[in-house]
C-alpha cells in the first residue's frame, strides 16, 4: 500500500491539568505529530474513569495501541518511538 493512501497516525496523549510534565510533553509532541500528519487526541486521565491505570504514569502517549512514552518524556526517545509506530 502506498504511503499516501494510509490513514493519518492517531496518538493518544493522556495527561491532566497542572502538569508541568504534561506541559513539557505537550511542547514535544505536538510539532512531531504536526510534522507527521499525525491526529492527536488529549484526554485528561482526572475526567476519564477508562483511565484510571494512568494516574501515576502521566503524560501518557500511546500510538499503535500501545504506550511509546509515558512519564519524564525526552524529545529523542519520543521521536524514535514515533517512528517505529507502524499503521495498522
Not at 505529530?33 to 494516574?55: H, K, N
Given at each position: 500500500?502506498h ?15 497542572n ?24 484526554r ?10 494512568f ?15 509515558e ?6 526517545r519520543?521521536?524514535?518511538?514515533l517512528l517505529?509506530?507502524?499503521?495498522r
Amino acid at each position: 500500500m502506498h504511503r499516501s493512501a494510509r490513514a493519518p497516525l492517531s496518538i493518544e496523549f493522556i495527561t491532566r491539568q497542572n502538569c508541568p510534565l504534561c506541559d513539557e510533553a505537550r511542547a514535544l509532541l505536538l510539532p512531531m505529530a504536526e510534522a507527521r500528519g499525525a491526529v492527536v487526541a488529549e484526554r485528561d486521565v482526572d475526567i476519564d474513569p477508562a483511565l484510571a491505570g494512568f494516574t501515576n504514569r502521566v503524560p501518557v502517549v500511546r500510538a499503535g495501541g500501545r504506550v511509546v512514552a509515558e512519564g519524564h518524556i525526552r524529545s529523542w526517545r519520543l521521536r524514535l518511538a514515533l517512528l517505529a509506530v507502524r499503521h495498522r
